[in-house]
């Protein structure tokens, strides 16, 4: 089975922290994508990367960065942690996105900035 | 990226009762891919489509791929409480690796 993991279910920080978010998958799957979800808005892409130490921005990638050393695993990364980041965050992985790529998800890390 | 639009927003049904939710795009698409995320889990892969008029089924559930390829829909007859969550459609078209989901349409099934 593939798995997806993410570092933690909930997480609280406070306002102008830094905050890392790691996702880790079993598949050696070359694509990896961050996302948040937030009610009535779906699934939105922060950033993406088809590679080691590749990374593309997606829809919503501002306050955002990401890092990815290693093939099986992409951190996400608020440099400075804002409420309007409260929400959802998802990781998924991919073999291949040309539209062959079945999508797998983490199970998601809330994360309330306060 | 891509625009998709995906409606409706919310659906409710008495257990029974048959349920549609579309995806509709102004460009044409490579290929849409569905998930299904059940309350409090995260996105499940249902099916991907890739051909225009294509149609497949899944059980109770029929997915079509419009022949123009910018629209698609998932039908569920005689929906069942276990059918309870949010419904997603993402889609690729040109030679895009940047998948776009919709903002899903939650069925709520009352027994």
């Known amino acids: 089975d593939v798995k997806v993991t993410q570092s933690s279910r909930y997480l609280v920080k406070r306002t102008g922290e830094k905050v890392f978010l790691e996702c880790v998958q079993d598949?050696?799957?070359?694509?990896m994508f961050w996302y948040r979800q937030d009610p009535g808005l779906g699934l939105r892409l922060i950033y993406f990367?088809?590679?080691?130490?590749?990374?593309e921005k997606g829809d919503i990638p501002e306050g955002y960065s990401v890092s990815r050393e290693k093939k099986e695993r992409f951190s996400l990364i608020l440099e400075s942690a804002s409420t309007n980041q409260t929400s959802m965050y998802l990781c998924a992985s991919s073999f291949l996105w040309t539209g062959d790529g079945e999508q797998y998800f983490g199970p998601g890390t809330r994360l309330t900035v306060t | 990226g891509q625009q998709v639009m995906q409606i409706p927003q919310y659906q409710h049904v008495q257990e029974g009762e048959d349920f549609t939710t579309y995806c509709n795009s102004s460009?044409?698409?490579?290929?849409i891919q569905w998930y299904k995320q059940r309350p409090g889990g995260h996105p499940v892969f249902l099916i991907q489509l890739v051909k225009s008029g294509e149609v497949k089924k899944q059980k109770r559930l029929t997915f079509q791929f419009g022949e123009a390829k910018k629209n698609s829909s998932l039908h569920i007859t005689a929906t069942q409480t276990t059918d309870v969550g949010t419904y997603f459609c993402?889609?690729?078209?040109?030679?895009?690796?940047?998948?776009?989901f919709g903002r899903g349409t939650s069925l709520i099934v009352h027994p």
């Open positions: 990367s088809y590679d080691v130490k590749m990374k």
């Open positions: 598949m050696d799957h070359e694509n």
């Open positions: 460009t044409t698409l490579s290929n």
């Open positions: 993402a889609v690729a078209s040109g030679g895009s690796y940047i998948p776009t």
